[in-house]
């Protein structure tokens, strides 16, 4: 055992090499295990800035750390790695690298927004957690995930006709996620539903996936609002990649 | 029965101290070891006043034109007290420049000293031109120019590092120099309007911004001005190979080591005793306490008094103090030392 206490060592930092032979010494497998060291040697100035152009985020940079937030957190009651606190400080000092280790839990905020009604400094954490899930997505750091890929098709609905069709959201999303069209638990709802002869309830359903009926004088509204979204992430995107200079702060 | 008090200090709690009393009619010896009058805020070159905002030269300006203008105030240059002798009511004080002073309470308003960094060897200073202190900064400020000293380049980022001087067993500094977090904050907002790209970085132990000093520094320099505040008490401040400067220390939020880069550290140093309270407590026949502050009397009915009936000490002679608290201090003072010329009040007090 060449390295006491190993299990408290982050496994990205220990480095093994299986075969190394050192001035005809075979020094192969743990022998030769280095430990990278831990200190942080830098701050991204400029991402706290890149985190507030997302939604949610403008005003993480008021945090000073008194982890009400964490504190109240209905997520952290459950596991004790999801630390909005931690996430906030690392935002503002930009330790990009430590952020993306938790970003499988990132997204896991309920938006119960405990913790933005706790806030003494109106930092609004709950927006921050937002602003950092998308900030992942957008930086493909996070593939589509089965949920991203039903809130697409239930925006998409919505666009569409300014309202969505319950079954055509279920069905397209089962499809979309190469899923079976007739799993157990949508049979037995069906069953169950059976038994209450709903006639009138089926034939809108089906009326409803024939004709596609919209909201009454939608006209270009879903256009306008798709159009309206494209541009304001266009405009968030232009001022993330904009130097610093020209920003000021 | 002597009707004048001697006050001795021209900074903030002096020149209020002998305002107040040449208000009230009495008469004042001012005297001032500096050859100007003002005080640090002027001998150390300020720049913006907390929490006024008005420039130092400015409002000290107002103290000390109020003061050469009354007609019954005296003022002593260039001048220390050297000799003292008599009683609460009937003191005499030999001057330097060999005046006799008879007066019947003196005011002490003797002030302090920054605290010296080469006394903290560790944090640079001394070593590297770019490790400076709060009061350079100030003179930068001042000047209107935030610059390396090294190179004259504007710095990409600033790190000022908290309690310099103060809160360190280590040195001997036990106490809390109360200023030095609110003008910190003020200062990266200074620097942050001199150059808005420059990041401002604060390394602390605790933030103690007290009073309205809350929102109106530490709130606005985080919110508006994006100051960052990392919690860490800097150990060791040293050099990189490309020049630029390195501090280390424990970040104990993330509870791991840091080594950063910055161009530019500042120390924001805290209040010393005066150096010359040894000499004063000799010359006054005043005790001080165990920091070297000067000692206070029972306070709560004996405003500013010292362990000597008659003498009164105000503003950072007595602790690590602020200006407006030291004009405060120098007011209540001047009222009390002009009770005392009161026979009534010396017999009862």
């Given at each position: 055992m060449a390295i006491h206490e190993k299990s408290l060592i982050d496994a990205d930092r220990l480095q093994t090499s299986d075969n190394l032979v050192l001035d005809g010494v075979d020094v192969s497998g743990h022998w030769n295990t280095m430990v990278l060291p831990r200190y942080l040697t830098n701050y991204d100035t400029d991402f706290a800035r890149q985190i507030r152009t997302?939604?949610?985020?403008?005003?993480?940079?008021?945090?000073?750390?008194?982890?009400s937030c964490t504190n109240s957190c209905t997520v952290y009651a459950q596991n004790t790695d999801f630390n909005p606190r931690y996430w906030i400080y690392l935002t503002n000092l930009g330790l990009k690298d430590d952020i993306l280790k938790d970003k499988d839990i990132i997204w896991t905020c309920v938006s119960c927004n405990r913790c933005t009604n706790i806030c003494p400094k109106d930092v609004r954490p709950e927006g921050v957690m937002k602003a950092l899930a998308h900030w992942l997505e957008e930086e493909g750091h996070t593939p589509e995930t089965k949920s991203s890929i039903f809130d697409n098709e239930f925006l998409g609905q919505v666009y569409e006709t300014g309202r969505i069709e319950d079954t055509r959201v279920l069905v397209n999303f089962l499809r979309k996620t190469n899923q079976s069209l007739t799993p157990p638990w949508l049979i037995e709802l069906g069953k169950r539903m059976s038994k209450h002869l709903p006639v009138t309830f089926l034939m809108h359903m089906g009326l409803h996936l024939v004709f596609k009926p919209r909201t009454k004088s939608w006209g270009r509204t879903g256009e306008v609002l798709r159009e309206y979204v494209r541009e304001q992430k266009e405009i968030a995107r232009k001022a993330r990649a904009m130097p610093k200079e020209a920003v000021h702060v | 029965m002597q009707k004048t008090v001697l006050v001795v200090g021209a900074g903030p709690a002096g020149l209020a101290a002998a305002a107040g009393v040449a208000g009230s009619g009495a008469q004042v010896v001012l005297v001032e070891k500096a050859a100007k009058l003002g005080g640090t805020p002027i001998l150390s070159g300020?720049?913006?006043?907390?929490?006024?905002?008005?420039w130092a030269r400015d409002a000290m300006g107002r103290m000390v034109k109020r003061v050469e203008d009354a007609k019954n105030v005296t003022i002593h240059k260039e001048t220390k007290v050297t000799k003292f002798s008599g009683e609460a009511g009937n003191f005499t004080a030999t001057l330097s420049n060999g005046t006799t002073v008879q007066c019947a309470s003196v005011i002490l308003a003797t002030g302090f000293t920054h605290f010296d960094s080469i006394n903290k060897p560790e944090w640079g200073f001394g070593s590297?031109?770019?490790?400076?202190t709060t009061t350079q900064v100030e003179q930068m400020v001042a000047a209107g120019k935030i610059a390396?000293?090294?190179?004259?380049r504007v710095p990409e980022r600033v790190a000022i590092l908290l309690c310099v001087g103060s809160r360190d067993r280590q040195i001997g500094r036990e106490w809390c120099s109360k200023i030095c977090c609110t003008v910190s904050t003020n200062l990266a907002m200074e620097i942050k309007e001199l150059s808005p790209t420059t990041d401002v970085f604060i390394y602390y132990m605790d933030i103690r911004t007290f009073g309205l000093y809350e929102d109106r520094f530490y709130w606005k320099s985080q919110e508006e001005f994006k100051t960052k505040f990392v919690k860490a008490r800097i150990a060791e401040v040293t050099r990189s190979p490309d020049g630029r400067l390195l501090v280390k220390g424990e970040d104990t939020l993330v509870k791991r080591p840091i080594v950063i880069p910055m161009d530019m550290v500042v120390h924001a140093v805290g209040m010393d005793p005066n150096e010359d309270n040894p000499e004063i407590a000799r010359v006054f026949g005043v005790g001080l306490e165990k920091h070297g502050f000067i000692d206070r009397a029972?306070?709560?009915?004996?405003?500013?008094?010292?362990?000597?009936?008659?003498i009164y000490a105000v503003g950072a002679a007595l602790a690590p103090e602020t200006i407006d608290d030291s004009i405060s201090q120098g007011t209540a003072a001047a009222l009390r030392a002009v009770a005392d010329l009161d026979a009534v009040v010396q017999k009862s007090a």
């Open positions: 997302f939604g949610g985020g403008e005003n993480v940079h008021r945090c000073w750390q008194c982890g | 300020y720049a913006k006043l907390v929490p006024s905002g008005e590297y031109e770019d490790v400076v390396c000293p090294s190179d004259g029972e306070h709560y009915t004996n405003t500013c008094g010292t362990t000597r009936r008659g």
